[in-house]
């Protein structure tokens, strides 16, 4: 079985500030995906970026920068220069290969400040 | 303009009402899923289908019938709810099941209520 925790419910961040956003996933599989997703209040899911179990590097995707840490089992989300459109609830999700299941955290609901 | 489109986006029904929610996507992708997302819950996958044919059924309630007439529709027929099948309904495809990095693209949810 796969486990997803996101242990902040809510952040602040200032406009123009860079975040980090924590995931932590615990899972037997050796092969799987990592995923962040934006949800804005009007209820998509808008997929923001990727991560290999097997990826040497680090993802990212504009703005968007995953810190993907294997042995730690973490794959902290890095949002730069925040915008107002960033506030939003975050997901943090996973999926092992083979398998349909995309499985979910809770979320993070960031707010930026003006 | 989004990949992956749900109608209707808000849907109030009572309880003995016969109602469907339509997904449609338009990326070209093989499997289409279902997923609820209630309140202080994290999201539930309802049902996958890859290729029309349905191949995960997560317990969902008889009450949920899903429809795949083909790998670009998908239909979620509801009838005779709870109040506590309130939630938002994510209509959402991929190009393929069995790949971890296949990414899972979501419409913008069906916000259904029940009276």
């Known amino acids: 079985a796969q486990k997803i925790t996101q242990t902040q419910p809510g952040m602040f961040v200032q406009e123009k500030e860079a975040v980090t956003l924590d995931c932590t996933y615990d899972t037997s599989d050796p092969s799987y995906g990592l995923f962040w997703y934006k949800q804005p209040s009007s209820g998509e899911m808008i997929f923001l970026i990727y991560q290999g179990s097997y990826d040497q590097q680090n993802a990212t995707e504009g703005r968007y920068s995953l810190n993907f840490q294997k042995a730690r089992k973490s794959a902290n989300l890095v949002i730069s220069a925040s915008q107002l459109g960033d506030s939003a609830m975050y997901f943090c999700a996973m999926r092992a290969a083979g398998s349909y299941q995309l499985t979910f955290g809770k979320g993070t609901k960031l707010s930026v400040i003006p | 303009e989004t990949g992956v489109t749900q109608t209707p986006r808000h849907l109030v029904m009572g309880m003995t009402n016969k109602k469907s929610l339509k997904c449609e996507q338009h990326l070209g992708h093989n499997a289409m899923y279902w997923y609820k997302q209630s309140a202080k819950k994290p999201l539930e996958l309802m049902f996958v289908?890859?290729?029309?044919?349905?191949?995960e059924n997560n317990s969902v309630p008889s009450r949920f019938s899903p429809e795949c007439p083909n790998s670009s529709h998908l239909f979620l027929h509801l009838h005779t709810l709870q109040p506590e099948d309130s939630a938002l309904y994510l209509c959402?495809?991929?190009?393929?099941?069995?790949?971890?990095?296949?990414?899972?693209?979501f419409g913008e949810g069906s916000w259904l209520t029940v009276v």
């Open positions: 959402a495809s991929s190009q393929d099941e069995g790949f971890s990095g296949n990414t899972i693209y």
């Open positions: 289908y890859n290729f029309k044919e349905q191949t």
